[in-house]
């Protein structure tokens, strides 16, 4: 389904190449898995049972975890409204609406497609924006769940969880058995559980360099379709500026959601411009949104 939201090529050649690199790591480390005659049935079937799990179930999960509630147009009016808006603008189906007890300030979207999608903004971040910065980061969302990034990125995961369980499988069940018990060779376990490692480290960066791309991508096509690009910009730097005002416990707290997020929630003294992050730094963000409104021709 088609929407009025920008595309961006360059960043979308950058995820293309990402996830072709994904994949040819998926199909290296099962080959290198069959030819140590490793059994793995029962690893990929459980692994496609979480992935199913997580890709059509994605809503109902993160809203509970995350402790969001859904709300009419009569119980949040204002939001029901920039929404409406928004998705008049963009030419797609409306979301479910949802607001999570935070104080935290953020937001996130979710859901495998437009039809199965809601978005969920935090009371801490209702308070802190003002109506045109809050409708830059729904704007922002919103592009999520055009572009079924939470699909894509569900996707994208399999592959470190097939190499985190195949590494605990090794640990449990393989480790001291050898290739030749003969002649006392390395025990296959061993190789499995090193290759496992190797492999889910390198799909863990490569997904968070496309989960960091995809959000350069989410922020252009809002602030493209708001048409006010400062408007994302200042509700940036409001709410990663009210993060460390955030009890140190409540960040940690929100962090392993960070995903989902349209700003990390980091513990004090950590980095934004980390390569690790789901994020791009806060300056990087910035920079982008600068150059796009020197291109509108307005803030």
Do not use: W
């Not at 005659?37 to 496609?48: D, H, K, P, R, W």
């Not at 190789?191 to 991508?217: D, G, H, K, N, Q």
């Not at 411009?273 to 730094?281: D, R, V």
Request: glycine share 8%; proline share 4%.
């Amino acid at each position: 389904m088609g929407t009025r939201f920008a595309s961006d090529h360059g960043l979308t050649s950058r995820m293309v190449v990402t996830m072709f690199l994904l994949g040819l790591l998926y199909v290296a480390f099962v080959g290198v898995l069959i030819s140590l005659g490793v059994q793995a049935v029962t690893v990929l079937v459980i692994a496609g049972v979480l992935l199913f799990a997580q890709y059509f179930l994605s809503d109902r999960i993160a809203l509970f975890a995350m402790g969001g509630r859904e709300v009419s147009p009569q119980e949040a009016p204002e939001l029901h409204g920039l929404i409406d808006r928004l998705c008049a603008l963009a030419d797609m189906p409306k979301p479910r609406v949802a607001i999570a007890d935070s104080d935290v300030p953020n937001a996130f979207a979710t859901g495998r497609n437009q039809k199965k999608s809601v978005i969920c903004v935090t009371t801490g971040i209702l308070r802190r924006l003002e109506p045109q910065e809050l409708e830059g980061v729904l704007a922002h969302e919103l592009s999520h769940v055009a572009h079924r990034d939470v699909a894509v990125m569900t996707i994208a995961s399999f592959l470190g969880i097939v190499a985190g369980l195949m590494t605990r499988f090794a640990l449990y069940t393989g480790l001291g058995r050898s290739r030749d018990s003969n002649t006392g060779g390395v025990p296959v376990g061993l190789i499995i559980m090193l290759v496992s490692i190797v492999v889910y480290a390198i799909s863990f960066l490569l997904t968070r360099a496309l989960s960091r791309y995809r959000e350069l991508a989410a922020d252009r096509a809002g602030a493209l379709l708001t048409q006010r690009p400062s408007a994302l910009a200042s509700a940036l730097t409001k709410v990663t500026g009210d993060m460390a005002r955030i009890p140190t416990q409540d960040l940690r707290e929100a962090a392993p959601f960070n995903a989902f997020y349209f700003a990390p929630a980091l513990a004090k003294g950590e980095s934004l411009a980390n390569l690790f992050s789901t994020h791009p730094s806060l300056e990087r963000r910035l920079e982008q949104l600068a150059k796009i409104s020197a291109q509108l021709g307005r803030g």
